[in-house]
């Protein structure tokens, strides 16, 4: 059995899940403060306290999102969705220039894409073509250092320019194979190479270019 609440406490949660059911989306702190004439500090702490006695679960650092739970502390069937930031741009083509702005975010399907602190980008170009990854796509990351065989990677080259490609590990080299014949594969160093995540999904709706 979960702890008792006290009031301050039961009014948080109750906006939470007053907002939730009818905008499909955790408000943010700065609005949960107006509302309740808090501060920020109160409301993150309230969130805190929510969290700990199993009424609500925060997602990383990287998103805001809030899943409230049920009696046996699963995510409500409300909140099947999880909120993740779309951070700049990646080249899908010849690599551009690592972008670091933040650029809006995107509503996914929690119960698909599961992993901690994702991450979308921008897709430009057409290498990855064949894998199905297309110019205006947003891709869907999972944050990694590291990558097995034949995984797509999002990965930083020569410490400035982001690219989306296949990962291969060599003897005395990195491969970064492209999808599409019109390309070839990048052969570089082991120092040249930083993989920043791993893409778990494609995400076209109104934000992708049709093919």
């Known amino acids: 059995m979960r702890p008792r609440l006290t009031p301050k406490q039961q009014r948080l949660l109750d906006l939470l899940r007053n907002t939730v059911e009818r905008e499909g989306k955790t408000p943010s702190l700065r609005r949960l403060a107006e509302k309740l004439d808090v501060s920020h ?3 993150a702490q309230g969130l805190q306290t929510l969290e700990k006695k199993g009424y609500v679960r925060r997602e990383g650092r990287y998103s805001r999102t809030v899943h409230l739970l049920n009696r046996a ?5 409300s909140q099947r969705w999880v909120e993740i930031p779309v951070v700049g741009r990646v080249a899908a083509g010849l690599p551009m220039y690592a972008q670091q ?3 809006g975010s995107i509503v996914v399907d929690a119960h698909i894409y599961r992993g901690a602190n994702l991450f979308a980008l921008r897709v430009r170009g057409d290498s990855m073509r064949e894998a199905g990854i297309l ?3 947003l891709a869907v990351c999972e944050p990694r250092q590291f990558a097995r065989n034949g995984e797509i990677v999002v990965a930083l080259v020569r410490g400035e320019e982001a ?3 296949r990962f291969f590990l060599h003897e005395d080299h990195v491969e970064l194979r492209p999808e599409n014949p019109g390309y ?3 052969h570089l160093g082991f120092d040249e190479v930083l993989v920043q995540g791993k893409v778990v999904g494609i995400h076209r709706g109104p934000e992708g270019i049709p093919s």
Do not use: C, F, Q
């Open 101 to 103: 702005e933040w650029d």
């Open 163 to 165: 690219t989306i490609k």
């Open 41 to 43: 500090a109160a409301v």
């Open 184 to 186: 070839t594969p990048l």
């Open 135 to 137: 110019a205006g796509d």
């Open 73 to 77: 502390r699963e995510a409500s069937g």
